[in-house]
């Protein structure tokens, strides 16, 4: 048995050497080497996972097709992805070589219906079958780096004995992960891989952060045990940001100057609750009063801070204020009961800001070292662009079109990342249930009666 | 005496008929897409309902009256859009103990062409529910269902009140 492996071994590699595989293809061969490789282990990953969980039918459809958007965008179209959801508590997420990605529910449940952080994951292990961080890794175990250099089109010939051997391989490798170098390659192909196919590129930061406040207060985090410290993988991801804004254009339609020029005059600060319900009556110290129009009772928010400007997000979930603090300026995000969702620092100095259409970033005006430039903050996930492109820029308006700023005399836009919404193609209608209409009772205690709770039962 | 007998009958008349028509409104989709007349003893979920989901509850426990609007499908017919979702109920992961009662056949709703059936399934608690739907194909592409739903056989046996509300379904495009 021994002396056969043996024998095949030295006769691939002198294969390899005469190139007398020249005639076959270098990469249908590879991936069916690694679709067996991977076929052959995920089996026991399933089993040890809990088995397959199927999910409910829209969920399973809207996961599908974000799996397939994305697969779309894959480069090696030698591979046939498949996704299988199992069933673990634990939040995780796996590829094998040949293109099988595994996330368990636990995963799909931390996430819920965010589709730009699902489209990070999937992305990351799609980046990684892409990268065959797989099959390098169990070379180099095997200590078959040389076959991996050169190219691993002759190991079909190596079927059995080495198969069994790199299947072990794997196994044990899945335990320690592919490597620090593989992971940093894979989160950066992975957000690049989720933007082409139309998710937010951001939401690779907000899953991470997600996952580590999780990680704090879960047992079932396994998701970091192989991979790089979170710190050092939120820097690079937030550093790959700029790449998928567009680059900033000089604005030559006037016709877009006079709407910028019109917006600041309908409504300088965004001043007006979109909800009609708090009149904003003036900002300084202290804090920002409010009048609250459904009791006429005057609110002041950041009542210990000097606030320099205050502005609404577009649909009214917000109140932005600039503060003073300790000279430099913060932003304070207060949401409609006046508690602070957010405070964005570490900027250095804000010198004004404006909301997105959307309401989820913001622009700040920030002083730097050669001037100030405009950089965008994210809503949901801390993470900063600097958008003006190495120009000095001093006045930002965001309109549906884009993100418009000065620079001197002139006005440029940029456009951050398109986000396409996922729409499944073949849907099928929900199947609703009544929900069980909890009334509370009346019970009469002596000469008093009483209010009892109605008991609460979960579909 | 003659003259009392005679409003005597017409109060009668009067009483039947009051007692045989039931009290229905007029809805209207606040989206525009359609209009129907349902009777007053369905009552409209504003909780439960969105954009592309209307939602009723009836007088009886479980009675339910749905309306979805599924945005453009790729779906080429009704036929086609019925034979995928049902197929879908069925699976893994679908509805428990998925039956069908009536088979797939042809209906008209407001003009258009639509395709209705009959089943039968488990929820979560396991009590047994019966559903009639209509799937159609709207011109442009937009897919639309009608879900009528009890746990009572005669949703999917006898859905008059469902013909009803069909019989004075109206779109607006």
Known sequence: MRSQYWSRYICAVLLL?????????????????????????APSLVKEYGGEYILPIQERLRVEEVFARLAAQSERQDVQYTLTVLNSREANAFSLPGGFIFITRGLLNLIGSDEAQLAAVL????AHVEKKHGVNAIFRQL???VLAEVGAFALDFLSGDLLRAAGLALTQILQAGWGREAEFEADALGQEI???????????????????????????MHIFRTHPASGERKKRLEENLAEYWSEPDLVKDFSALERLKQGRISDPGGRTDPRARYVLEGVGHPGVKLVDQQNGEQVVWAENAFVKEAAWSPDGTYLALLVDAESLGELWLFDRWGRVFRKISGLGEINGFCWSPQGDMLALEVPGSGGLRIVAAYLYAEAFVDVSGGRQAEEAVWLEEGLYFRSGADWYRTEPPQAV??????????????????????VKEGNTFRLTRPELTVP | MKQFGGAFAILLAVVFCAAGTVHAFVFTDPAGLYSTQIADSWVYQAHHSTEHLVVFYGDEDSALLYFERLGTVSYLSAWEFAHRSLELYRSPGGLEKFEMVRDLAEVEVGGEAGVSCAYTYQDGQGNQLWEYRVFLVLPGGEGFSIAFSDSRPEAADDPRQLEEILLHWRWLF
């Open chain 1, 17 to 41: 050497l005469l190139g007398a595989a020249a005639p076959c293809s270098a990469a249908g061969l590879s991936a069916t080497f690694e679709r067996t490789l991977g076929a052959g282990t």
């Open chain 1, 123 to 126: 992305g990351h292990e799609i």
């Open chain 1, 143 to 145: 200590g078959l780096s």
């Open chain 1, 194 to 220: 989720a933007a082409r196919a139309g998710f937010d590129p951001v939401g690779a930061i907000s899953l991470l952060e997600k996952l580590i406040q999780a990680e704090n207060s879960e047992e079932s």
């Open chain 1, 421 to 442: 919404p996922v729409r499944v193609a073949e849907p099928v209608p929900v199947v609703l249930q009544r929900k069980r209409i909890l009334t509370p009772t009346l």
